[in-house]
Nanobody
Framework: QVQLVESGGGLVQAGGSLRLSCAAS????????MAWYRQAPGNERELVAY???????RYADSVKGRFTISRDNAKNTVYLQMNSLKPEDTAVYYC?????????WGQGTQVTVSS
């Protein structure tokens, strides 16, 4: 059974940083691409960052240079380091296997950036 558990969100002032974590289970983590998505109120869920099983990465234009995705295969965990946060980064952040996402969504973690 696939399970995705996101953590690390919170309230931060603009310009601040947060590090999100996602613990994954139910699939062979190391051979799967992973990705972070976010959904702001009234908006569709969007891809934020992606990391392949060979560590190639890509980012949404809106977060390039500020966010960094990484993974630890030994811990079955994917991370999202978010720096220079902006109010428009406020959203619920989710992880999933790959893009397009192929698993059921977890509960997500709320990130709120105050101005």
């Amino acid at each position: 059974q696939v399970q995705l558990v996101e953590s690390g969100g919170g309230l931060v002032q603009a310009g601040g940083s947060l590090r999100l974590s996602c613990a994954a289970s139910g699939r062979i983590f190391s051979i799967n691409a992973m990705a972070w998505y976010r959904q702001a109120p009234g908006n569709e869920r969007e891809l934020v960052a992606y990391i392949s099983n060979i560590y190639t990465t890509r980012y949404a234009d809106s977060v390039k240079g500020r966010f960094t995705i990484s993974r630890d295969n030994a811990k079955n965990t994917v991370y999202l380091q978010m720096n220079s946060l902006k109010p428009e980064d406020t959203a619920v952040y989710y992880c999933n296997y790959g893009s397009p996402a192929i698993a059921s969504w977890g509960q997500g973690t709320q990130v709120t950036v105050s101005s």
